[in-house]
Structure formats: C-alpha cells, structure tokens
C-alpha cells in the first residue's frame, strides 16, 4: 500500500501522470489548462465548478450521465449516439425527427 499523497500550493507543468490509480481522488482548486486525457476511467466521477470552455471531447461515453446547471451555449454535438438522450424530458431523438420531418 502506497502513502497518502498530498499536493497543496505547488506547480507541476508539465507532469505525466501514467498507469496510476487515482479512485477516490478529490482535487479542486486546481488549474489543468490544456490537460490531455486519453484511456481514463471516470466511472461515477462528481465534478462541480469545472470549467471545459473550448474542450474536445473525442470518443466519450457519457452513458447514464446527468448534466445540471450547465452553459451549453456554442456547444456542438456530432456523431453521436442519441438513444435514449432528453433534454427537459423529451427524447432528443423525438425532437430530430419531428424538425426533420416539418
């Protein structure tokens, strides 16, 4: 079993964080502009105050996920796997078809 790792008031650019468990992390106050995540296991992650401004999300399950409280303002979805998507409890789905069809 590894030591409780604790990071406060420090700068790290430029770090690689590779094959490390991070369950159970809480990390806030934190700036990550220009972060690069690729294979990550955000599995039932809580994220609140998370500024993602002009992020690219590419191939992304966001299966089950809940947003709440959101700007989606510019927001662009293409490619996208919309079975069972709502916005304000309408089937998105069902909002396409019906534009499509009018």
Do not use: K, P, Q, Y
């Amino acid at each position: 079993m590894s030591a409780l790792l604790t990071l406060r008031d420090e700068s790290h650019d430029g770090a690689e964080i590779t094959n490390v468990s991070l369950t159970g992390a809480r990390i806030s106050d934190t700036a990550m502009i220009g972060a690069r995540f690729s294979d990550v296991d955000m599995t039932a992650a809580r994220m609140s105050g998370v500024r993602l401004a002009e992020a690219a999300l590419t191939d992304i399950s966001l299966e089950g996920a809940t947003i709440r409280d959101a700007n989606l303002r510019g927001l662009a979805v293409s490619d996208a796997d919309l079975t069972g998507m709502t916005i304000d409890g309408i089937l998105v789905t069902d909002l396409l078809d019906t534009w499509r069809s009018s």
